[in-house]
């Protein structure tokens, strides 16, 4: 009925707002830290409206109960994002929450409903090309996260909070330069040799649980860098962040898993003008 009383454009407009859609079967995104002032929630709402799927996967740290005792930064952009969630949720794309450490707080509520919304520990995820995959956040495979080192986790904690300041600087004197995006939290992984040896130690202690227990690789959020490749013949996923690199993982109808960065794509899902990175153009994988 309401279709019927539209006029040309705006039947017009709705149709392309249909085609515009990009359906994929599966989507996970981690590490939004919705409550923080540097969560990058406009631009994971942006991706939401373009994306359709027929699951979400919110692979942990999408809240961060932790930054909020300290400083409340709670946008209108990130009540959009939970309403965003339930309203998909109601429509029928299947969401499951895996808590992280910044939001471990709902690990009180395993296994139970927040609406249509499902909260679990972990998952497995049987791909269509029949590969199980584990879901988890991985917090419980870093070091720092353990209990001897809880001190030390909760230092890192202001440390990453510094950075996210110093970087959103950065990137506000980049764009008024009109200079491409920087991340200052990516280059210190990449040139930071002890952090990449945490990362390696992180990816390695997830890889050997995951063959322990006979799956066939792993998916994973907790240190923002989002990544596709096989270690010692296993598969490793991370689906990033977004709070600097506003990256998500899916996997597309025909069994493909990509890492879609967001800050390369406009609205409409075109590569922006600028080349993308040797590194982000191997994005891709079968498996």
Known sequence: MMYAIMNQSQKKQMKNETHKKRCVKS????DVHLGTSFSKANELLEFLDLYHSEEIILVGDIIDIWGMKSS??????????IQKLIKLSRKGVRIIYIPGNYDELFRDYLDLKFGDIEIKDRIDYLTMTGKRLLVVHGDA????????????????????????????????IRYWLGKDYWSL???????????????????????GAARAEGYDGVICGHIHKAEIKTIDGMIYMNCGDWVDSCTALVEDLAGNFKTIHWLNENNSGVPRKKKLKKKQLKESTHV
Request: glycine share 4%; aromatic share 14%.
């Open 141 to 172: 495979y870093d070091i720092f996260m353990q209990d001897s080192y809880r001190w030390l986790a909760h230092i890192g904690d202001r440390a990453f909070h510094l950075i996210q300041s110093i970087s959103r600087l950065t990137q506000r």
């Open 27 to 30: 989507i996970w995104i981690s």
């Open 185 to 207: 939290a990516g280059y210190m992984k990449q040139r930071t040799k002890s952090i990449g040896r945490i990362i390696q130690r992180f990816e390695m202690a997830l890889i």
């Open 72 to 81: 409340w930064n709670w946008a209108t952009s990130h009540s959009r994002i």
